[in-house]
């Protein structure tokens, strides 16, 4: 099974080109979809624990978790340590899945792909691209969002250039989304029959 590594920094349109794989008949991991499931679930005992006060009715409460990081690195390292290994559960589930059921391809969306080194656990990687005006302009338009908290997540993330010469393919999605669906679908139909060497079932 060939596993793609699908990511991009925040506003370039992950969402919509990981819409357009499944379009396409291609499996697509959501690791923020895992991320929110793991919020209200399994997850909330254990960072309660880590961050009293932070959870509320069985769930994470965002935004008091957020005021509990204040952009703490100790803090946020201390939350991935909880997050990640049980993201990456979720993954291997979802990989072991498709391959039994002979899935050729699979995508991995995962916003922070190369700040966690999850690339080495991908055939390929595909990272969406906008110039930076469009990428502000699409996120300073989101609920809550100021330009503080945008350059905050930033900082938290890979520079978009470094990304790009980083990947296997670049999909600019500064243009229209027909434009860009269009790019996915060239990808996709030059990667058909190509033998993923990455991932192999668990014994």
Sequence with gaps: MLVVGLTGSIGMGKSTA????????????????????????????????????????????????????????????ALESIVHPLVRGERERFLEENARAGTAMAVLEIPLLFETGSENDCDVTVVVSAPADKQRERVLERANMTP??????????????????????????????????????????????????VYTLPA
């Design 18 to 77: 990981a819409e357009r794989f499944r379009h396409n008949g291609v499996p697509v991991f959501d690791a923020d979809a895992a991320v929110h499931a793991l919020y209200e679930g399994r997850a909330v005992p254990l960072i309660e624990a880590a961050f009293p006060g932070t959870t509320d009715n069985g769930r994470v409460d965002r935004e008091k978790l957020s005021a509990a990081l204040r952009g703490d690195r100790e803090k946020i390292r």
């Design 148 to 197: 503080e908290k945008l350059d905050a997540l930033l900082a938290n993330q890979m520079p978009d250039e470094e990304k790009r010469g980083r990947a296997d393919y670049v999909v600019d999605t500064g243009g229209t989304i027909a434009h860009s669906q269009a790019q996915i679908d060239k990808i996709i139909e030059s990667l058909k029959g190509r033998q993923g060497r």
